[in-house]
């Protein structure tokens, strides 16, 4: 090869290899940060993705909680309204048979 018969050209091809090899060391490396930013912000972003899912997670939580509350209150008024409705028939009962007794005498 020409190269190796004259030392100018040598040192030429020389300095070219080991400039082209520093510019690929530097693109590797360039390229590895960008990948390790890239992994840093989605990882960042998928914590604060998952702080807003418990977050919202314990929102549901205190309203279902909030809907158990109001179930137990609402069978509870039931409970008290079949009472009063029983009275009300029982009340309704005797007042006919009170009404009938009178009508017999």
Do not use: V
């Not at 190796?4 to 400039?19: G, R």
Request: net charge negative; glycine share 0%; hydrophobic share 45%.
């Amino acid at each position: 090869m020409i190269a190796k018969q004259n030392a100018a050209l040598k040192q030429a091809t020389e300095t070219l290899y080991a400039l082209n090899c520093d510019q690929t060391i530097r693109d590797m490396c360039r390229a590895r940060e960008d990948a390790i930013r890239h992994e840093n912000r989605m990882k960042r972003e998928l914590a604060e993705a998952n702080a807003a899912i418990a977050e919202k997670d314990a929102a549901i939580a205190d309203k279902d909680a909030k809907l158990a509350d109001k179930d137990a209150e609402i069978a509870d008024k039931d409970a008290k309204l079949a009472e009063a409705n029983a009275a009300l028939a029982d009340a309704m009962a005797e007042i006919a048979r009170l009404k009938a007794n009178q009508e017999n005498k």
